[in-house]
């Protein structure tokens, strides 16, 4: 534990409340306030305790000789961990669940706990993080492969894709069960209820991949942010030359807005950041803004969003462009909807053909792919399927006990 940590631990001490009563039982804990009301649909009439298992978000400490007894029972070197067990242990659920599908800390308690309840990791992005870990490992960035230590008792996972690439990786799951995304299930369901009526209003959606801003230097990939730069930078053009009706999603929110706009300011034009201004969308001002550009736009581009995935399964659209040197951020899928590092004219080609083409056309180029990446369903939601899903687990642990 490095000197950063042991200040941010010994400021939350201070700043946290702290409650002397023992939290009562609960059928489900939500692991992780981050995400968590991403998951209000999903767990729609049923009681749930929520976990805050980041120093830096946590808010509450529960104090109690019952904690303080089960505390002593689990610890093995390891504060938080046993502080966690503990509190899971006194609640006794029959599921733990989470929106973070990437969390080390989810896969320390699982591994420990996974015997007596049902560990549920729900699948919130696309995912590059084998590749990256291999990668700093080849470049001797890491010492260690941090893939090992990832350990997921059950993944609702996106589609067929993830098993593959969790199986080739060698990635520890047990059970699979691929029910798309939660997130556009989230935003579908909104426009349902809202009765929003989204008509096609634009040619091409840029959606930002602001991820990548600052990710060179930490994973050692050269000229990564070069890259994205000229992607973004060969659509802006090429809508301005076909004089097509634009729009740019923004990706961060808040105060990390404020890096991802001056990213564009230092690497464009004055022409191009005006323009890329006057045709975006914030997240600040609509939650669901990027999902409604995606909806109504005849192409979407962008480098590795989730939103290309889901845009391809509802039957939308798209162009990933990796316009950089490393392998790491190719889309899953080659062919008509993706393209590697090329040139303006190239790039134009392609998305000149992508754009003119009839949307049976482009899914007849695509095979059977189309729901290999992202299930999805018009007739059973993501939540429902997922929602039902966890009943089963509930009633299965039920019977269990009772016998």
């Given amino acids: ?19 002397f009563k023992t939290p009562k039982k609960h059928d489900i804990v939500v692991f992780d306030n981050v995400g968590s009301k991403d998951l209000k649909n999903v767990l729609r009439n049923k009681e749930y305790f929520i976990l805050e298992t980041r120093t830096e ?7 109690s000789l019952n904690i303080i007894k ?10 938080k961990n046993a502080y966690l067990i503990s509190l899971i242990k006194i609640m006794n659920p029959k599921v733990v669940l989470t929106f973070c599908d990437n969390s080390f800390k989810f896969f320390d308690i699982a591994k420990s706990m996974e015997k007596k309840v049902d560990f549920i990791a729900i699948q919130n992005g696309a995912r590059y993080d084998f590749k990256i870990f291999k990668h700093k490992v080849k470049k001797k960035i890491n010492n260690y492969d941090f893939t090992k230590n990832f350990f997921i008792p059950n993944f609702f996972c996106f589609g067929q894709f993830e098993i593959d690439d969790y199986r080739k990786n060698k990635i520890k799951v047990k059970n699979f069960f691929p029910v798309g995304s939660l997130n556009l299930s989230n935003f579908l369901n909104f426009k349902k209820k809202q009765k929003i009526n989204l008509k096609k209003k634009y040619d091409i959606c840029l959606i930002s991949d602001a991820c990548i801003i600052g ?5 050692g990939l050269r000229n990564c942010e070069l890259g994205f730069v000229k992607m973004t ?4 053009n090429f809508c301005i030359k076909k004089k097509l009706r634009f729009i740019f999603a923004l990706a961060r929110l808040g105060s990390l807005l404020d890096g991802e706009l001056k990213f564009y300011k230092k690497h464009l034009t004055k022409n191009e950041y005006d323009y890329l201004l006057k045709n975006a969308v914030k997240r600040d001002d609509d939650k669901y803004s990027s999902y409604k550009a995606m909806m109504q736009s005849e192409v979407v581009v962008s480098k590795f969003t989730t939103m290309l995935r889901e845009k391809l399964a509802i039957g939308g659209k798209i162009l990933s462009c990796n316009m950089t040197p490393t392998n790491i951020y190719d889309f899953p899928i080659k062919g008509i909807c993706s393209i590697k590092n090329c040139n303006y004219l190239k790039f134009e080609d392609k ?5 003119n083409m009839s949307t049976t056309a482009y899914f007849s180029l695509l095979k059977n792919k189309r729901n290999y990446l992202m299930n999805y369903n018009s007739k059973i939601s993501t939540i429902k399927m997922i929602s039902d899903q966890i009943n089963i687990f509930i009633k299965n642990k039920e019977m269990e006990n009772a016998n």
């Fill in 1 to 19: 534990m490095n000197f950063k940590n042991i200040s941010l631990i010994i400021k939350k001490i201070f700043e946290v409340k702290y409650s």
């Fill in 57 to 63: 978000n946590l808010t509450k400490i529960y104090v």
């Fill in 70 to 79: 089960e505390y002593f029972k689990n610890f093995k070197g390891n504060f």
């Fill in 215 to 219: 990710m060179a230097k930490n994973n």
């Fill in 233 to 236: 930078k060969y659509t802006i």
């Fill in 351 to 355: 998305l000149n053909n992508v754009l």
